[in-house]
Each structure stands twice: as C-alpha cells, then as structure tokens.
C-alpha cells in the first residue's frame, strides 16, 4: 500500500512537471514582431539572428533561446535641458562652453538617434545612450571652442550643427554601439548673463547699421556712376551725330565744289560772274542789284521785285505828284 501511495505521488508529480515543461515549451517557442520593432534572438546567452520582419515567429523554447525587442522609432536625446509635462528645466552648468575666440556661450541641443544594430546595441556597451550624451557633449564644445561666437549666435548654426553631427557620428560609429544619427538640431545659443547679451545685442545693431549706411552708400555710389555713365554715352553720341554731320556736309561741299570746278573749267567767265552775283546776294540780301552795260543801259537782275512792289511804286508817285 505504501509502495502504491508512493508511486502515485511520484507519478503525479510527473505529470505536473511534464505539464509544466509542455507548458513552456508551448508559451515560450513563439514570439511576435510588430511592424514598429525588431528583435535579436540570444541562444544561451549569446546573440544568434537579428529579425526586422514583422509578424509571428518561432524558437527554441526558454531557457535555450529568448527574444530581446527593440523600438526601429527615432529617438531623440535632449542635452542640456529637459522638458516633461510642457516643463523646462535647464542645466547651464552642462551647457556651458568656451568659443573659438574665448567667449562663454550656453548652447544646448537635440539629437535624434535610431538602434540600427541591436546585436552591438545590447552587447557591445552596457549604457550606450549614455556613450551617445557624452560624445554629444564632446561634439558640440569642439565645435564651438572652434568657432567665433559671432556664428555660434546668428548665422552660423546651421554650420554648426552640420560639422556636430559629422563629428558625433564618426565617434558613435567608432564605438560600435549599434546606433545612427539621424539629425541634429541647435535649440538656444545665448549668452550667460543679462548683461552680456545686453552688450553683444548692441554690437550686433551697430554692425547691422553699418551694414545698411554700407549699402546705401554703394546703392548711392552705383546710381552716380550709372548717371556718369549716362551722360558719357549722351555726349560720345552726340559728338559722333556732330561728326558726321559735319562729315557729311564736308562731302556736300565737296562735291558742289566740284561740279562748280566742272563748270568753271568749261566756262570760266559765266561761271565767275554767277560766283560773284550769288555771293553779292548772300552778303547783301535785301539790295536791288543793277548790271552796267558798256552802252550805258541798264538791267535789273536778281532779286526781282515782286508785281505787289512794283505795283505799289507808281501808286507812291502818283499820290506824291497829285498832292503837288
């Protein structure tokens, strides 16, 4: 009777412990991916698959394999601040720095980072998000202990932020912790006291005024010598249309000249006498002009008296007779 209560009991606790093992086997051999993860399977302890599908999957049931899941979302790592709840808090101490040209200067940041590898994420570094926070920090004050403060506050951020990322991602992938930097992005570059940035906002405004005074002296000095420019071209044109006028008329001269040579040449004494009766005309314009025959007559030549004037003559003498 012993013997059969014995052999129950040991029975029974084989069936638990076979339960309990196909229980396990059956709960632990499957696993699910979803689309916004991945998942690396450790056999005993050491990194065998990584999975980026998503869906179900099997494996070997625990404790010879089990899944470790990981997010494929950006995550972004806030240095120098935090902000929860709608609520800042800030951390000077952290975020101040020394530029290029030995100014002191707060600036914190934003990176935003994805597991791309999670065998070397979870293997390879026993913190890596705080590897990243630290290469961060070393990343931008390099940048900016190399750098003016002058970009560092207006329009050099942009740079900034680009060499930041150049250099915290050769470091990330020098240590091998299974991350990639997806961007960078500067949140506030200020000065450390009221003071200061009262001072440097007043250097920014004479710069901006010097700035403008310098355009609109250029803008000034542009509109002269466009003018200058303008009055050249306006007197070489009319110095050119002067020129050949002048050119042209001499050419009209010249060739009255020579059909008057022609003409002299074929008959001298006509052509003299008409040169002297046209210049009589032109130097004496309104003189009646007689010509003298040898038999004592005479002959009205040029210019010829109008019929009105004529007309008009005799009327005149008359009138002056009958009032004798």
Do not use: H
């Not at 902000?83 to 290029?100: A, D, Y």
């Amino acid at each position: 009777m012993v013997y059969l209560s014995i052999k129950r009991i040991l029975s029974g606790i084989g069936i638990v412990l076979g339960s309990a093992i196909l229980l396990l086997v059956l709960f632990t051999s499957w696993y699910t991916v979803d689309e916004s993860e991945q998942a690396l399977v450790i056999t005993f302890g050491e990194a065998s698959e990584t999975v980026v599908d998503a869906g179900l999957k099997l494996k070997m049931p625990w404790p010879i394999q089990k899944v470790e899941k990981l997010s494929k979302e950006t995550f972004s790592l806030q240095f120098g601040y935090e902000q929860e709840g709608g609520e800042v808090q800030s951390f000077p101490e952290e975020t101040k720095m020394i530029t290029g040209d030995e100014n002191i200067v707060l600036a914190d940041l934003v990176v935003q980072w994805k597991i791309t590898e999670p065998r070397d994420y979870l293997f390879n570094a026993e913190d890596p998000r705080k590897i990243l926070y630290d290469a961060t920090a070393a990343s931008i004050r390099s940048i900016i202990g190399s750098s003016n403060i002058d970009d560092a506050l207006t329009s050099g951020k942009a740079e900034i932020e680009a060499e930041v990322r150049e250099l915290l991602s050769s470091l990330i992938e020098k240590y091998n912790i299974g991350m990639s930097i997806q961007a960078v992005q500067l949140q506030d570059v200020e000065l450390p006291n009221q003071e200061v940035r009262q001072a440097f906002t007043e250097v920014t405004d004479a710069r901006e005024t010097m700035n403008t005074k310098r355009n609109e002296a250029n803008k000034y000095r542009n509109q002269m010598i466009n003018e200058a420019q303008g009055e050249k071209d306006a007197i070489i044109s009319r110095a050119e249309g002067e020129r050949a006028a002048r050119i042209e008329q001499a050419r009209g001269d010249v060739a009255i000249f020579d059909k008057l040579y022609t003409e002299y040449q074929s008959n001298p004494e006509v052509t003299r006498q008409r040169l002297i009766l046209e210049t009589l005309e032109e130097v004496l314009p309104g003189a009646e002009i007689y010509i003298m025959n040898d038999d004592g007559g005479t002959v009205k030549y040029l210019p010829l008296q109008p019929l009105d004037r004529q007309q008009s003559v005799p009327e005149a003498d008359q009138e002056s007779g009958g009032g004798q």
